[in-house]
T-cell receptor, first 114, second 113 residues
Framework: GAGVSQTPSNKVTEKGKYVELRCDPI?????LYWYRQSLGQGPEFLIY????????DSGLPNDRFFAVRPEGSVSTLKIQRTERGDSAVYLC????????????FGPGTRLTVL | GNSVTQMEGPVTLSEEAFLTINCTYT??????LFWYVQYPGEGLQLLLK?????DKGSNKGFEATYRKETTSFHLEKGSVQVSDSAVYFC????????????FGKGITLSVRP
């Protein structure tokens, strides 16, 4: 079946612009995670959804970052007033539940802020 | 806080060589431990996991044993192949903490024919 998909695969934007990154999880997976991976580093947790609600947003770096999952499936990560330091690969993962279920990762969106 | 430390890379080996990639962790609770792998041009995928002390995770010839006494989860393979060339990440998640993963920096493995 289909895995986790993310769009766009690449996004180039200018400093100060607004961007939206989309994640389509595996059908039926209730848990959805966003991570950010900077060059040469491992992924860092941003936010976790259980169903429609953001159960843990402790990893969001500041209030320019926001994510939604209005129908409990597709999620959108929104970044306002982008800064060059936001450049990274943004990864989405989903799992059937949160009890030690394997997280399946998407291919990521590479964001470049000029 | 929680953290994962991986040995510095990159690592270059000849085919059929023995592989060890070190991983140690610090956790405020009782973690589950994972190795994820990222092959060139592909997304992260779970390689193996262990959920309690002394458990051994294994997959595709790779093994790692959860050592609580040394807070380690070293990855080993007896005979690497060119197709094992990838980036390997050690990670942990805590019980009751929504299973969010804390990753190490990752290490690049290159296997020469």
């Amino acid at each position: 079946g289909a895995g986790v998909s993310q769009t766009p695969s690449n996004k180039v934007t200018e400093k100060g612009k607004y961007v939206e990154l989309r994640c389509d999880p595996i059908s039926g997976h209730t848990a959805l995670y966003w991570y950010r991976q900077s060059l040469g580093q491992g992924p860092e947790f941003l936010i976790y959804f259980q169903g429609t609600g953001a159960a843990d947003d402790s990893g969001l770096p500041n209030d320019r970052f926001f994510a939604v999952r209005p129908e409990g499936s597709v999620s959108t990560l929104k970044i306002q007033r982008t800064e060059r330091g936001d450049s990274a690969v943004y990864l989405c993962a989903s799992s059937l539940t949160t009890d030690y279920n394997e997280q399946f990762f998407g291919p990521g969106t590479r964001l470049t802020v000029l | 806080g929680n953290s994962v430390t991986q040995m510095e890379g990159p690592v270059t080996l000849s085919e059929e060589a023995f592989l060890t990639i070190n991983c140690t962790y610090t956790a405020t609770g009782y973690p589950s431990l994972f190795w994820y792998v990222q092959y060139p041009g592909e997304g992260l995928q779970l390689l193996l996991k262990a959920t309690k002390a002394d458990d051994k995770g294994s997959n595709k010839g790779f093994e790692a044993t959860y050592r609580k006494e040394t807070t380690s989860f070293h990855l080993e393979k007896g005979s690497v192949q060119v197709s094992d060339s990838a980036v390997y990440f050690c990670a942990l998640s805590l019980t009751g903490a929504n299973s969010k993963l804390t990753f190490g920096k990752g290490i690049t493995l290159s296997v020469r024919p």
